[in-house]
Structure formats: structure tokens, C-alpha cells
């Protein structure tokens, strides 16, 4: 039998880690950067907008037990992929919680969709960044990982990445988000292929797929038909900023340490009911 702690103090414990979340500044993001934050874990946010990342950087710190800073940078490319990795490495020496969570979304309609910024954009940023991201900071990652302390990747997926349905609620009528499903399904499968290649390295890969959580993502859709979307959901409420932290945080901790390769679907349901009633 294993001598390891297992109280909820040491089980669940971030304290000391060093955390990455790129598009850290505002919604799922900055849900994440802020739980880590609270909780002893130094935390590192990135994303384009520094007026934005300023202003994060200054809420989180009414919470945060640690330190917590901001790197402007731009993942819609390999070369700015490159520049927040080169400028992390100037900072610090070990990196222990990747989560790639930059994401965006474009809508239009199935007979005209654009493909700069319709496909290759969104497939740059939701897919491209995880790849290049985790490959460039595999080895701050892996640096003094154990089986028992391994290095962590989050990859923010989405249930759109499940769901075959690009026309809906959260997007004007007439539009549909088609490059957004398949992007973050590649995300899913790439979640796989990460955690394959990292494993040997102690480094676990685990991706979250959120259903309709808060965000500048989702506020066309909360504004507009708030009360329906709210109506699907079987817990009455869409997420919280609490089921998207403790979730990242349970992924960094050591109660996870044995776990990954996984897609972590968390909607309140919400799949469950739609899939059924479909078959209705």
C-alpha cells in the first residue's frame, strides 16, 4: 500500500505550480487563471488585448494568494506561438499547467462562408496554437516530472466538438459556425495524440469540453436568447466560473495524476437531454 497523502489538502494541491493559460483575460480563460490564482499556483496569462489582460490581471489579484502576471501575444501563428513561449522561457525556468484555451468562433451563411476568416483562422487559433503551444513548452513540461508530479496540459475543447448541429442559438439567423465543430474536434483527437507522445515524458494531456459557460463567445447568445438556452439546460443554469476552475483544477492536482488522454464533457447534461430529445 502506498504511503501518499491522501487528505483533500495534499490531494487536490496547486500550491507553488506554475500555470500558462493563453486567452487568460477574459470568459473560460480567465475563469481558469483566476481558480489557479486562488490557490497558490503563479499564474501567467496571454492573450492580444493588454488593456484587457491589465484589467484581468488586476481582478485576479483581489483573490490571489500568488503572483500573477500578463504576456501579450498573439497564437493565430506559429511565429506568435514562438514569441509567448520565448518570452515565458525569459521569465521563468519550469512550467508545470499548460492550458491552451485561446479560441474563437466565426459565423456566416453555408453558401457564402469566408475562408481566411472563416476556416483558416479559426482552424490557426483553436487548433494550430494547442499543437505548437504544448510542442514549443514540452520540455519546461516534462522538466522534473514523475509519474506521481507530472507535467499538465489542458486543451479547452468545446461539446460543439460532439454535436453535428452549427446552427443555432449562439449564432445570428441564417448563420451557422461550420469551421468551429470540426476545429474543435481536431482538438479533441489531437488531445489523443499529445497525450500518446507525452506520456513517456511524464506529461498528462487532458482536454475539457465546455458546454455554455459565460464568455465573449457566448454573449451574442446569452444576450439574445438567454432564457432558451437556460430552458435546455437539465440543472436550470448554464456553467459557472466554479465548474470550469475546480474541474482545471482537479486536471492539475495530484488526484489526477494517473489521468489522460481524456475528454472531459461538462454542460450540466445539457448533450444528455438534446441527444434524447432527438430520438423523440
Known amino acids: ?21 493563453t486567452g487568460g483575460g477574459v470568459g473560460i480563460g480567465k475563469m481558469i487563471a483566476t481558480g489557479f490564482a486562488r490557490n497558490g499556483a503563479t499564474v501567467y496569462i496571454a492573450a492580444r488585448k493588454e488593456a484587457q489582460l491589465k484589467e484581468a490581471v488586476a481582478d485576479i489579484k483581489k483573490v490571489a494568494s500568488a503572483e500573477v502576471h500578463y504576456i501579450v501575444a498573439n497564437v ?13 522561457k525569459k521569465r ?3 512550467l508545470h499547467v499548460l492550458v491552451n484555451n485561446s479560441g474563437i468562433t466565426w459565423g456566416g451563411p453555408f453558401n457564402d ?20 503551444m504544448t510542442a514549443g513548452l514540452s520540455d519546461y ?5 514523475t509519474s506521481l508530479n507530472p507535467g499538465r496540459v489542458i486543451n479547452i475543447s468545446s461539446t460543439a466538438s460532439v454535436e453535428p448541429h452549427s446552427e443555432g442559438p449562439l449564432s445570428d439567423a441564417g448563420n451557422g459556425t461550420w469551421s468551429y465543430q470540426p476545429s474543435k474536434a481536431a482538438v479533441n483527437h489531437l488531445t489523443s495524440q499529445l497525450a500518446v507522445k507525452l506520456a513517456p515524458s511524464f506529461v498528462t494531456v487532458n482536454a475539457i469540453l ?16 438567454g432564457d432558451d438556452l437556460v430552458a435546455g439546460q437539465p440543472m436550470g443554469r448554464v456553467g459557472s466560473p466554479g465548474d470550469m476552475a475546480g474541474l482545471a483544477l482537479f486536471l492539475a492536482s495530484p488526484a489526477s495524476a494517473h489521468i489522460t488522454g481524456q475528454h472531459i464533457i461538462t454542460d450540466g ?3 444528455l437531454v438534446r441527444s434524447a430529445r432527438t430520438k423523440l
Open 76 to 88: 493565430a501563428s506559429r511565429a506568435g506561438c514562438d514569441a509567448l513561449i520565448a518570452e515565458f
Open 113 to 132: 462562408f469566408p475562408e481566411e476568416k472563416g476556416w483558416d483562422n479559426v482552424f490557426n487559433v483553436n487548433v494550430k496554437s494547442v499543437f505548437y
Open 269 to 271: 447534461g445539457a448533450r
Open 210 to 225: 465546455p458546454g455554455v459557460f459565460p464568455s465573449k463567445m457566448t454573449a451574442y447568445g446569452l444576450k439574445t436568447k
Open 1 to 21: 500500500m502506498s504511503s501518499q497523502d491522501l487528505g483533500i489538502p495534499s490531494l487536490f494541491n496547486v500550491k507553488g505550480k506554475t500555470v500558462l493559460v
Open 141 to 145: 513540461l516534462a522538466k522534473d516530472a
Open 92 to 94: 521563468e525556468s519550469k
